[in-house]
């Protein structure tokens, strides 16, 4: 390759990189159009090309497996699958089985690998954040980049720690380009952190940031508002006091909000003393 040719293709990779197309579909490249099958001609020229089989939204195969993915789901029939699947899970283990085998979410398929929880499934108080970013991507663990070693920091503030809490996310794979969820790929995970939240049963909830609390308490103001207050999560018939508060990645733009956080962390720290 010239030298020209490889100034070329590295600005490609930057280009590629800035507009957040950082994750790759195979090890090897696939012209699909070279692959798709000739068509006879037909009388009407713009008949749409048959669409791709509708698979269930469950897989049988790992990730890595997969040929081409399935045809998505319409947005309600996702919905309706994620909640059927999530409902079958009897544990944190078969929830997790299912979830590695279910199709429904698009962001699957980008993902490197399912980011499902961490920490002590055991554990009094349960952290739910938004969405895996590349570290936790790669690792498979939530918050275990920048924005998670500040967490673990607050968490040793008021004597905790991983193998203390649990934590996870609304939704258990990356955003390509760490873009935020969409409302649809929320309502799709949706059903599966509440089962996980329901199956962990902690004796309270954190939301860390604005989504976590908007999706899991349904309050639609602002995190500087509401943080801070205890409210209340509806798992099945059980009652447990959910706290939103700063996500860490936030506190990381804004050092002074720390101060806030601190107030919360304390809060904490007094609920559990009880
Ligand atoms: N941000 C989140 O919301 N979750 C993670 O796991 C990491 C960063």
Not at 31 to 42: K, N, S, V
Not at 201 to 222: H, Q, R
Request: hydrophobic letters at 45%.
């Amino acid at each position: 390759m010239t030298a020209q040719k490889q100034q070329a293709a590295r600005d490609l990779l930057v280009f590629y990189g800035e507009a957040g197309v950082d994750a790759v579909l195979g090890e090897t490249p696939v012209d699909r159009l070279a692959a798709a099958e000739p068509r006879a001609p037909q009388a009407d020229a713009f008949d749409p090309p048959a669409a791709p089989a509708r698979k269930s939204a469950m897989h049988d195969s790992a990730p890595a497996q997969r040929a081409a993915p399935a045809a998505p789901l319409p947005p309600e029939e996702a919905v309706m699958a994620a909640r059927e699947a999530a409902r079958k899970a009897e544990s944190l283990e078969e929830l997790r089985a299912i979830l590695e085998r279910f199709e429904g979410c698009a962001l699957r398929a980008t993902a490197k690998r399912l980011v499902f929880a961490d920490g002590n499934p055991k554990a009094r108080v349960m952290f739910v954040g938004e969405a895996p970013g590349r570290e936790e991507d790669i690792e498979g663990r939530p918050f275990v980049g920048r924005s998670g070693k500040l967490l673990d920091l607050m968490l040793a503030a008021i004597g905790l720690d991983r193998s203390k809490v649990y934590i996870a996310n609304i939704v258990p794979w990356r955003p390509p380009g760490n873009r935020d969820p969409s409302l649809h790929e929320t309502a799709i995970c949706l059903p599966f952190i509440q089962r996980q939240i329901e199956l962990v049963n902690p004796d309270i909830l954190i939301c860390l940031g604005k989504p976590s609390m908007a999706t899991l308490l349904g309050v639609s103001e602002g995190i500087r508002k509401m943080r801070g207050r205890w409210l209340v999560y509806k798992a099945g018939d059980r009652e447990i006091p959910a706290m939103p508060t700063f996500h860490p990645a936030y506190l990381l733009r804004s050092p002074l909000e720390k101060r806030l956080a601190w107030r919360d962390f304390l809060s904490v720290k007094k609920v559990l003393a009880r």
